[in-house]
């Protein structure tokens, strides 16, 4: 079993820049693909961007779209989020998810994700 972290959340303003990370033990994180979700208050928790495990192939949200990056750091047992140009839109609880299938492509479904961390929470103010 693979447990993961999720670290880098806090409180910016719109427009600032953040850089969430995931952390994995227990298992090698190059192994699995992996899904970054949020979840506001009162919302469904939606994706917000994955990447196979590979590494060679990435889905956006499209409300993310040429804002947020993500990336396998796998030096680090880690995958990386960076978010430019925050919205207050972009509030939420940011949760980083493993699929233990070696998935060539990425799944935008909660659902197939095995693992998820804890969270970090976003909060952009305008």
């Known amino acids: 079993q693979v447990q993961l972290v999720e670290s880098g959340g806090g409180l910016v303003q719109a427009g600032d820049s953040l850089r969430l990370s995931c952390a994995a033990s227990g298992r090698t994180l190059s192994n699995y693909g992996v899904g970054w979700f949020r979840q506001a208050p009162g919302n469904e928790r939606e994706f917000v961007v994955g990447i196979n495990w590979n590494g060679d192939r990435t889905s956006y949200a499209d409300s993310v779209k040429g804002r947020f990056t993500i990336s396998r750091d796998n030096a680090k047992n880690s995958v990386n989020l960076q978010m430019n140009s925050l919205k207050p839109e972009d509030t939420a609880a940011y949760y980083c998810?493993?699929?233990?299938?070696?998935?060539?492509?990425?799944?935008?479904?909660?659902?197939?994700?095995?693992?998820w961390g804890q969270g970090t929470q976003v909060t952009v103010s305008s």
């Open positions: 998810a493993a699929d233990s299938e070696r998935r060539w492509y990425v799944s935008l479904r909660p659902g197939v994700y095995n693992y």
